[in-house]
């Protein structure tokens, strides 16, 4: 058995049956064949930095884990298209891509691996994974079947695609395309406004986020946990008149507003929520853990704040990180 706890940012989860890491498209299909004749339950994990599990024995839980990390960069014309295999750290692609143009800076410094980056479809500073992304290639996991989804196929939208919600768990993403652009074609994020290269924003962003959020590696934690809502017109113009100062964005559907904000505004930012959890004094986005916490503790202390923020605002905020239940 393996223990889930490694497997999570946040340091939540009870145990597993095993993990299968694969690092080519050999290694894939004898996984998958694998798990269908041992009647396995598989789950990719890539750094597991939005991933958390209850506390139980996932008895035939096999976590699926493509390792391999290759990357290739190449010019076409004005752009530069970028190949790069799922395993390598977000990260470490950004670095690599910004020698060469302009597209993946502001997103400098998620965690992550590359496989998972479409799959929430990430966004930071003005910028998501969705406005580079040209075409994802991976596998059914349940057919063993070999799939390419072009950018259009995979319903991107805030923090999400068909791998987070109609599609959810049937895919292993293996490999991206990206397509940057050799000059700068959108305005720079306003923490990195005097930079000039690609390189020296996603500097900028990094010790930008380096101050704002706490280190994962030491203070558990998936990033942000919940998700900024969006909210009906009505109860929107409602809020905005007893909280005229609420940072809020129209857009369709309704006004997007700032979940950290309304978790400031119920005093539960630093806010320690039970004795293994807590809301990070950095950001009251993120909850970390100090390693010890059980599932349900975790959620107990969800559950306070979105009840505060409920009560104050009317909103329902709705958590972010993906949670696996030993039951599914
Ligand atoms: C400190 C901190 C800051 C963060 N900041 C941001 C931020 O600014 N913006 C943002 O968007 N996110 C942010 N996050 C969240 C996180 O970094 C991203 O969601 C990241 O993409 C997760 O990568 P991972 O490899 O750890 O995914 P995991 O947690 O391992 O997996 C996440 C999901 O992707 C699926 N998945 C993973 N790999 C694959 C694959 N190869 N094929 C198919 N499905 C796969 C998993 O099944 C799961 O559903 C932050 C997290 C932390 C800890």
Redesign the pocket.
Same mark, same amino acid.
């Given at each position: 058995m393996i223990d889930l706890k490694s497997f999570s940012?946040l340091r939540v989860g009870g145990s597993a049956f095993d993990v299968l890491e694969m690092k080519n498209a050999e290694e894939v299909e004898k996984a998958l064949q694998i798990i269908a004749k041992e009647g396995l339950r598989p789950?990719? #994990?890539?750094? *597991? !930095?939005? !991933?958390f599990w209850d506390d139980g024995v996932h008895e035939k839980l096999v976590l699926l884990k493509?390792t391999g990390s290759g990357i290739n960069i190449y010019p076409r014309g004005d752009e530069i298209v970028v190949e790069a295999e799922?395993g390598m750290i977000?990260d470490e692609l950004v670095g690599r891509v910004s020698e060469y143009g302009w597209g993946v800076e502001a997103l400098a410094g #998620?965690?992550?691996?590359v *496989?998972?980056?479409p799959?929430?479809n #990430? *966004?930071?500073y003005g910028a998501e994974f969705v406005d580079v992304c040209t075409y994802i290639s *991976?596998y059914d996991i349940n057919t063993g079947e070999k799939k390419i989804w072009r950018k259009d196929d995979c319903g991107f939208g805030y923090?999400k695609s068909i791998?987070?919600t109609s599609q959810i768990g049937k895919?292993?993403?293996?490999r991206i395309q990206l397509v940057i652009a050799r000059d700068r074609q959108h305005p720079l994020p306003r923490e990195a406004i005097d930079a000039h290269t690609p390189l020296e924003v996603a500097l900028r962003i990094r010790a930008v986020r380096a101050a704002k959020?706490p280190d994962?590696k030491t203070e558990f934690?998936?990033?942000?946990y919940f998700k900024n809502p969006v909210v009906e017109e009505a109860l929107a113009d409602d809020i905005l008149s007893n909280f005229p100062e609420a940072p809020h964005w129209p857009q369709e559907g309704g006004v997007k507003f700032s979940a950290g904000y309304l978790i400031e505004q119920v005093d539960l930012k630093s806010a320690q929520l039970n004795d293994h959890v807590r809301i990070s004094p950095k950001h009251a986005l993120v909850m970390t853990t100090d390693g010890a916490a059980t599932c349900e503790e975790l959620l107990t202390a969800e559950d306070i704040v979105k009840s505060a923020v409920y009560k104050k605002f009317g909103i329902e905020i709705s958590r972010e990180p993906?949670y696996i239940k030993s039951t599914n």
């Open positions: 940012g789950y990719v #994990i890539g750094e *597991g !930095t939005n !991933t493509y799922a977000w #998620i965690p992550g691996s *496989g998972a980056a799959v929430q #990430i *966004g930071a *991976g923090r791998f987070n895919y292993l993403i293996t959020l994962y934690n998936c990033g942000s993906n």
